[in-house]
């Protein structure tokens, strides 16, 4: 058990170093290997386009200011000379401080990187004493001068990001340090639910016992299965509902030994009245007027000559939808509404001079390039209804009240755990620290209880935390969870804050410049048998006489009601989704490539059975359109400038901080350490 604890203590630790060195570009002196596996798959759920991967060199990656920073650090001094350590014990100086090899020795020894890269032997397991110096277990990465120089990047890095939240004046701050109690409470939770779960939820904690009154019980299912043939199977089933009824059960335990009593009474809020919604709605009635607007159809077109002909071919009777293909960036129609603003927008202007089903002039747009529209309908100004907005203004009326008097009774207790009383204030606090869309789902009594008592739990189990192990209370942890929630306030409040939306400029620059990554690989629509593999043969039979129907002419969707044994047979194989070749299994990616509309496969064997698939719509690979890529270049330039702002601002940290390492008190540390 000790072990188990002692690896998961350290294993979130090490999570939160990995933040740290990541947000500030440095790398993890810990060994890594990355397995990566190939997923096959049969059916894939219809969400349009997948969505491309953001191009490397478009993206400014947050790490890349240690280029700036390691030559600032490692390259110039040694071109102008190694610089000299100010005292002989010195490892490297910042924001006129220093750190000591002292201090160095102590940050290893209390990080445990040696104990996480010993932790385990590939060739002896946890038996080091069977291993050589040479094995690579016995070889530390972090004692060698750059394992060291990581270390001391690290130290100084945790106290560059204190020395900046006490600038700012952040751990003053009441929020502040809420947010750090919730942080250490939650990890001292994590850590005890853990252990509780290694300690109790183990396949001994179920009996024989228990296994023989559920094979008694359940003697129907097993027919002739002797106990011995299915005790392992029981256990496993009796495992997994203890772990669903184990915890529930012990916070109902926890609550009885301490008598717990909750008020609930004080989380109810006063419902508006029926004259106080209306009231609202009466001193706000410019905020549901609806304004003059018209839904048309657009094709929009690269030139004005493009757009001219287009027009043309619309007078002389020609569809929207055969000119959209025909002259089309896009080769598609776009459906939108247009209101009225009155802002001089020449599109707006256009639009409300013509008439019902009238195709315009073309319109030239901000980008360059032009439109022709046409008026679906047209929809008079006026006014929402108080039916139709009062559930937006309860819920208005309901947040008023609720901060109302919540501030009011904020100081009565809501419950009590032994000597720690809980207020309404408290909760009000939690709540308010919720995401709106949280907020939102927590707003009705009953959903609030819920949460009440998700505290409770919390509550009960750091009271237990407390009496059963040292938890994440450590200075050294304590210190390390204060620093990773202070990052994240750091990259809050000088970036996520001042971050802009993308603008419609900077959105098409991007869509023009980057053309491959919005390009679409083929998809198809398809029909399919498929028939399961059997020992005896009869399903491989079954597929041949499947396909021998096909090729002598019956219709697909027949011989799969027939033959298939796949959900679809009974709408003769048809599946409506579109897929993407390389989604599927590679069996049917390959048949599908070179497959036309309207053709069949031949059979196709896979570990889980035999296919036939006929194509019945084949899309070849195109460029998304810029409405349908809009959303997701909002994306990828607003993580642009969150990257540039997110650099510039560790940049300005980093030069304020003129970190220096001193290489010759590194190389020192480590001849010492050789020579013991």
């Known amino acids: 058990m000790g072990d188990d604890k002692t690896q998961n203590q350290q294993t979130q630790k090490e999570s939160i170093k990995d ?22 798959i049969e059916k894939q759920t219809k969400e349009g386009y997948p969505k491309p991967e953001m191009p490397m060199k478009k993206v400014v990656v947050l790490g890349a200011f240690l280029v700036v920073f390691g030559i600032g650090v490692f390259i110039l001094p040694r071109l102008y000379g190694e ?13 006129g401080k220093i750190i000591t090899t002292e201090e160095l020795k102590q940050f290893l020894q209390q990080e445990g990187v040696r104990s ?31 394992g060291y120089r990581q270390a001391v990047q690290m130290m100084a890095v945790e106290q560059i990001i204190l020395d900046w939240a006490e600038k700012k004046g952040l751990t003053a701050r009441e929020d502040i340090q809420h947010g750090i109690t919730d942080l250490v409470g939650d990890a001292n939770v994590a850590q005890m639910l853990n252990e509780i779960h290694q300690e109790e939820i183990t396949p001994e904690s179920i009996t024989r016992w228990d296994i023989q009154q559920y094979y008694d019980n359940n003697k129907i299912t097993y027919g002739d299965k ?97 000119v959209a293909k025909t002259y089309g960036i896009d080769k598609k129609i776009k459906d939108s509404v247009i209101e009225k603003d009155g802002d001089g927008n020449t599109m707006e202007e256009t639009v409300f001079r013509l008439s019902l089903n009238e195709i315009s002039a073309p319109i030239g747009n901000e980008d ?43 100081d009565e207790a809501l419950f009590a755990v032994h000597s720690k009383r809980y207020t309404l204030g408290d909760f009000y606090t939690e709540y308010k620290e919720l995401a709106p869309e949280y907020q939102r789902v927590y707003r009705t009594y009953e959903k609030k209880k819920e949460l009440v008592e998700q505290l409770i739990a919390k509550e009960l189990l750091l009271e237990e935390n407390s009496d059963r192990s040292e938890g994440v209370g450590n200075q050294h942890d304590l210190e390390e969870l204060k620093i990773q929630y202070l990052m994240q306030v750091m990259h809050q409040e000088e970036v996520d ?87 599927l299994i590679p069996e049917l990616g390959k048949a599908i490539v070179n497959l036309k509309a309207g053709e069949a496969s031949e059979v196709i064997e896979s570990q889980d059975g035999y296919y036939i698939v006929q194509i019945r719509e084949k899309e070849d690979k195109q460029r998304m359109s810029y409405e349908e890529a809009k959303e997701l270049i909002a994306l990828y330039v607003k993580e642009q400038k969150h990257a540039e702002m997110q650099q510039d601002m560790e940049n300005e940290i980093l030069k304020d901080s003129n970190l220096i390492v001193y290489d010759k008190t590194l190389r020192r540390l480590l001849k010492e350490k050789e020579d013991v």
């Open 368 to 410: 360059g390039t032009y439109s022709i529209v046409k008026i679906g309908e047209f929809t008079a100004q006026g006014e929402q209804s108080l039916e139709e907005v009062e559930p937006q203004i309860r819920d208005i009326l309901s947040e008023e009240a609720m901060e109302r008097e919540y501030t009011l009774k904020k």
């Open 116 to 146: 996480r890269e010993h932790a385990m032997c590939e060739i002896h397991g946890y038996d080091h004493s069977l291993c050589n110096p040479q094995e690579p277990c016995e070889l530390h990465p972090v004692d060698n001068l750059e």
């Open 497 to 583: 804050q001042n971050l802009e939306e993308a603008t419609e400029e900077e959105m098409t620059r991007f869509y023009e410049e980057n053309p491959e990554i919005f390009q679409m690989p083929e998809r198809v629509k398809m029909n399919l048998i498929w028939i399961a593999q059997t020992e005896d043969g009869k399903g491989e039979q079954r597929i041949q006489d499947a396909k021998q129907l096909i090729a002598e002419g019956t219709d697909f969707t027949e011989v799969a009601k027939q033959y298939s044994e796949d959900g679809t047979a009974e709408d003769g194989g048809i599946i409506e989704d579109w897929f993407y070749p390389e989604h």
């Open 83 to 95: 610089p000299e350590p100010p005292e002989k014990d010195v490892v490297a100086s910042y924001s």
């Open 19 to 40: 933040d740290l060195l990541n947000a500030f570009g440095i790398k993890s002196t810990k060994n890594s290997a990355k397995s990566e596996t190939k997923d096959c």
């Open 226 to 322: 002797t106990l011995e043939e299915v005790e392992e199977e029981i256990r496993a089933i009796l495992l997994a509902e203890k772990d669903i009824n184990y915890f529930p059960e012990y916070i109902e335990k926890l609550k009885e030994s301490v008598g717990l009593e909750f008020n609930a009474e004080l989380l109810k809020v006063t419902e508006p009245s029926t004259q106080e919604i209306q009231a609202y709605y009466d001193a706000n009635r410019e905020k549901y007027r609806i304004k003059e607007s018209a839904s048309i159809q657009e094709i929009r077109m690269m030139d004005k000559e493009t757009a001219q002909k287009a027009v043309k071919k619309l007078n002389s009777g020609e569809s929207f939808e055969q």
